[in-house]
């Protein structure tokens, strides 16, 4: 690897290692465990005198290939594989607490992410304290002597809602406590969290990582000495490890990572635009745009407006489901970060567990309607909105 090359290039080439066969694409080592020439071989592996493989569980080369790629274009010092997302995030956050630990998190999170904060941390004696992520003070007034991690994700799903994340690293750092930041809505494209300040970022590779539907997959990027000292333990013998044919698939994703997030941004800030004059939508949210209220901090932490866009269609639930109902082109599904252009209700599926009234704090109304842009042709993309406008 030449040290001058860009991220495109190295999107391509980094952290492969090529077996003595030469092979051009990544090998994939479909493997669960290594064998060793010699009783003393394994001796000296398992005491950590010679490197290389013991299990799948542990390490992989296929895996390794996908985290070395992932780490080089984080700009992090070293990262960890994980069979999905949550298994990304759960280890990240659990890892290192105990009893008595106060975790403060933004409170416009993903579905699960919420549930482990708000429901399992305190089964084990976490406390935690959900705050809105978009207000520094309330950062700073939800901090206490014994707050070890701060947690967000910016933007949020699914009101793309921002957080200042170089503001909260700081406030972390002068409490001597850690910044998570789940980067999946922005993507490693879009926007660097470690250049911002935070500790640790994760992903769930499942979007746009993978970015073609195909597999789950996550990954947990930090500073060597945490991953050693406090993750690596947790992560070896609970096993969320990635399997080496995804990581394998991961790998593919990554060589087309920033064509695909480059089309799928241009395909959302020209739907944005077109949404923001239609009589039948009360509202559009899109970072890229001018008129969203945190405009600046975009510009300031992101490189790009964002692949998704969320909605209000005037007339409410009824009319969401209408207009859901009548799209031809554009699919029904909870995921995002696909190839294929996906449509969500979030009041009525991915966010369904939450109180009508920690929806409203949310501002996810029974009106809005959360839009993932996949790779089609624009045109294709805004003929279909405007037709499913015209039915509702
Ligand atoms: C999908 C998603 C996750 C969870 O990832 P999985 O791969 O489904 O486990 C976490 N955070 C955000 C923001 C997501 O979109």
Redesign the pocket.
Known sequence: MNENWKPATRLVHAGQTRSEHGETSEALYLTQGFVYDSAEAAEARFAGDEPGYIYSRYANPTVSMFEERMRDLEGAEAAFGTA????A?SSALLCDLKAGDHVVAARAL?G??RWVVEKLMPQFGIETTLVDGADMDAWKAAVRHNTKTLFL?SPT?PTLELCDIAAVAALANENRARLVV?N??ATPIQQKPLELGAHTVVY?A??HIDGQGRC???IVLSDEEWLNDHYYDYFRHTGPSLSPFNAWVLLKGLETLPLRVAQQTANAAKVADHLAEHKAVSRVIYPGRDDHPQAELAKRQMTGGSTLVAFELAGGKASAFAFENALQLVAISNN?GDAKSLITHPATTTHKNLSDADRDTLGISPGMVRLSLGLEDADDLLADIEQALAKV
């Open positions: 999905s997302g949550m298994g995030i993903f699960s992410c994700e799903n789940d999946v809505f769930s499942t979007k789950l997959g996550g995002l």
